[in-house]
């Protein structure tokens, strides 16, 4: 008896010694102690025994098991290390995979209008201004010549505050004019760009909407400076040299004598292209700033005179970009962005 299992013990021991793979080291596991294993077996013939043999063959199979599981332990160490290390040698971090796509947020073509006006405006000596969104009547209509009777001071126009003493939303950024001439006397060059309201809505108006308003003044300012002054912008916004650009007679309270400003342009039913082409298309309104408005900022008129003009943001924008409705430009819509907005790192590349 004690030779069969000193033979057994050296016949699973060879197998240990010989297996390659976890998978073959288990199967020997189960060949030696599973149910009907080599040393299992063994271990079941000890009930025929007599009590004295039992306790010596029970003695001598523990110790061939105890063996035989530091054995298996051991090889499985072994095995398992030589896995993991050749798995290390084949596999590797692929580090040059991309990374994960992130969306870049985009300029709104107004921002983006806003800006390249501005900077236009600021080669030519302006500086900017800026004032509040709510204003008085004063500052918004009183001090720019506008009379009690003009339709622009009613309802159907103008958003009053209920209850605010007669506080309302600037229809226009012409009083950052006079606020700005309450603090600095001329001469002086600013543009106002900011936000403006009406009581408006279709697709060509909104309730708020976006303006830049400028002012000069100086001594002996006159027409011809306020010409060159908008013809120069025009070409350099459209960036066409050669753009036509005339002067129409108009009326507005503070400026006298006053002016529609005209583009070239082609246009048929189904675009309209900015140049040369026969046809004509208004961008902004200007003038010779009025003397009333000169005497509510407290400027001597006789000693200074100058030009104002404004222009509407989202039309410039409109034209240049291809925009068809007005509206798109709140309605916050990603895909509209993605089409027709900016990326501010392209504009950091310009500067």
């Not at 030779?3 to 016949?11: D, I, M, R, S, V």
């Not at 509206?327 to 950091?348: H, Q, V, Y």
Request: charged share 30%; proline share 5%.
């Amino acid at each position: 008896m004690s030779e069969e299992l000193e033979n057994l013990e050296k016949q699973i021991e060879e197998k240990i010694t010989n297996a390659t793979t976890l998978d073959e080291l288990n199967s020997i596991r189960v060949e030696v102690f599973g149910k009907k294993g080599l040393i299992t077996n063994h271990l079941k013939s000890l009930t025929e025994l007599p009590e004295n043999e039992r306790k010596e063959k029970g003695k001598k199979i523990n110790n061939v098991k105890n063996k035989i599981n530091t054995l298996l332990q051991q090889k499985n160490k072994n095995l398992s290390d030589s896995e993991i290390s050749q798995k290390l040698q084949k596999e590797q971090v692929d580090i040059t995979l991309s990374t994960r796509p992130f969306e870049e947020g985009k300029l709104n073509p107004i921002t983006q209008t806003i800006a390249e006006v501005s900077t236009i405006f600021q080669k030519m000596g302006f500086e900017t201004a800026l004032g509040p969104d709510i204003e008085d009547d004063y500052h918004n209509f009183t001090a720019l010549n506008i009379p009690p009777e003009h339709p622009a001071r009613q309802l159907h126009d103008t958003f009053y505050l209920k209850g605010k003493n007669n506080k309302l939303l600037r229809t226009h950024t012409s009083p950052v004019q006079i606020r700005t001439l309450e603090k600095k006397k001329p001469p002086l060059k600013i543009i106002a760009p900011g936000r403006t309201y009406r009581a408006d809505s279709d697709i060509t108006h909104t309730p708020m909407f976006h303006q830049v308003e400028g002012l000069c003044l100086d001594k002996d300012i006159n027409m011809s400076h306020l010409k060159g002054c908008i013809m120069d912008f025009c070409r350099e916004f459209f960036e066409i040299n050669d753009l036509p650009v005339r002067f129409r007679p108009s009326f507005f309270p503070f400026t006298e004598p006053s002016a529609e400003v005209d583009i070239g342009c082609f246009k048929d039913k189904k675009k309209i292209k900015i140049g040369s082409g026969g046809s004509w298309l208004e961008i902004m309104g200007c003038g010779m700033v009025h003397t009333k408005v000169l005497k509510y900022s407290k400027v001597d008129a006789s000693k200074y005179q100058g030009f104002a003009f404004g222009l509407g943001v989202e039309r410039l924008a409109m034209l240049k970009y291809g925009i068809s409705d007005l509206r798109s430009f709140f309605d916050s819509d990603i895909k509209w962005l993605n089409n027709f907005g900016f990326s501010i790192f392209e504009n950091i590349e310009k500067i």
